[in-house]
């Protein structure tokens, strides 16, 4: 966290950055508010930026994610952060049955709600993501709109957590 804390504004914001995927607004918004005592205080900070932006700003941070086994991840053009995280679900190594359900899920779940299925795949595995993923497709779209940030917001805190630990 010291580092964190004492890196230039534009070297945190870098660093930071990729906390949310594709989102480096969200660390540009807590920069100033250092130093944080610690992750869970610039975890904070982070989600109050969110939930303070506009309801369009929550859309393009839930759209910024990738589908679960989509088109990305098959051309390897996923950030580290989510090739890692779909791996460690089991979604990389996944059996050809599971991931056609799974893709066909994305489609129906875009389809429906005009957004990727988002779920912390690090603290699921591939038939759970599949449960979830058919059990979310009966919400609305203000409830998947929680949900999704909710994920988010999970997501985000184990990234915080690895590069705390990893600096």
């Given at each position: 966290m010291a580092e964190l804390n004492t890196l230039p504004r534009a070297d945190f914001i870098q660093k930071a950055g990729s906390i949310f995927e594709h989102s480096?607004?969200?660390?540009?918004?807590?920069?100033?508010?250092?130093p944080f005592s610690d992750v869970n205080a610039l975890h904070s900070a982070m989600i109050l930026a969110i939930t303070s932006a506009a309801a369009a700003q929550h859309l393009a941070l839930i759209r910024?994610?990738?589908?679960?086994?989509?088109?990305?991840?098959?051309?390897?053009?996923?950030?580290?952060?989510?090739?890692?995280?779909q791996a460690a679900a089991g979604i990389t190594q996944g059996d050809p049955a599971s991931l056609a359900q799974m893709t066909a899920l994305n489609e129906a779940y875009r389809s429906r709600f005009g957004f990727p299925f988002v779920i912390c795949a690090r603290l699921n595995n591939v038939s759970t993501i599949i449960s979830a993923m058919t059990l979310r497709l009966t919400h609305s779209s203000d409830e998947e709109i929680?949900?999704?940030l909710e994920e988010i917001f999970q997501i985000a805190l184990l990234r915080l957590d690895d590069m705390v630990t990893e600096a």
């Open positions: 480096p607004w969200i660390a540009e918004a807590v920069a100033d508010r250092r910024a994610h990738p589908d679960l086994a989509g088109r990305l991840a098959s051309q390897k053009l996923l950030t580290p952060e989510s090739s890692r995280e929680s949900a999704a």
